[in-house]
């Protein structure tokens, strides 16, 4: 295989593979089947009708909800059914939806405290100080109780946890919730950046507009299904997104 066609397939390789899964809540199926790969080292961001399942498809992945049937592989890995907790140690991050911070801890004490996982006092203070490179706002609040930032801050306390476990992917459920779009544009500006660095990330987004702009692809799921995947391009060209999000089907 000549270099240019090496180069290609190690950038595509998928790092995330999920068939056949399904899932729910109670005796309530809300997953029906889902197949989806997840690119290495890209930002992946799963779209969708309210209802339709983009955030229990998060938390089966994370371990936080039980898998009913099917597979998941990470990194060449069968990982069905394994815990929240294990998978942490596997290299999967999840940061959930809403700011999940300890209020009553200083933004300094949260991100000490998400690298749980970490012995070495000197690995985490060299990933502190990588925190705070990425984050500059971080370090001018690191004395502060993490409840007295802003909605905007405290999601960027939430996201700034990932490089302290230094996981090979992040899922994110919906990050831009109830931010301003400036702010939006910051917390993606931070996704991005960890995404350059190598992070492989899947974004449960409910701003379609934004996970067409940073995405690199896009999995449009409807009523538990997955309907389309494709380039953010593909997604504009092939699918009629007006009529999927206002009556909830295609």
């Keep these: 295989m000549n270099p240019d066609a090496t180069a290609a397939a190690q950038a595509t390789r998928t790092l995330l593979s999920v068939r056949d899964l399904i899932s729910g809540y109670g005796r309530v199926r809300t997953l029906h089947g889902v197949d989806a790969d997840v690119p290495e080292g890209k930002i992946t961001a799963i779209i969708g009708p309210n209802g339709s399942g983009k955030s229990t498809l998060l938390k089966a992945l994370a371990g936080l909800l039980r898998t009913w049937d099917g597979r998941v592989e990470f990194d060449g890995n069968d990982i069905t059914g394994i815990t929240a907790h294990q998978l942490v140690h596997n290299g ?62 405290q999601v960027l306390l939430s996201i700034g946890k990932v490089p302290m476990l230094k996981p090979k992917m992040l899922l994110i459920d919906e990050p831009s919730l109830g931010l301003s779009p400036k702010m939006m544009g910051q917390v993606y500006e931070k996704i991005q950046e960890l995404a350059r660095g190598g992070l492989t990330v899947l974004v449960v987004e409910q701003n379609v507009r934004k996970a067409l702009e940073i995405a690199d692809t896009i999995i449009v799921l409807v009523l538990g299904n997955v309907r389309y995947v494709g380039t953010p391009q593909e997604i504009e060209r092939d699918v009629d997104l007006g009529t999927l999000f206002i009556e909830g089907k295609l």
């Design 92 to 153: 999967i991050c999840m940061v959930p939806q809403g700011r999940v911070v300890f209020p009553a801890l200083t933004v300094e004490e949260n991100l000490k405290l998400s690298a749980y996982t970490v012995n070495d006092k000197n690995v985490v203070k060299e990933r502190l100080e990588e925190t705070y490179a990425l984050f500059p706002v971080l370090r001018e609040r690191k004395g502060n109780l993490a409840g007295s930032l802003s909605g905007g801050e």
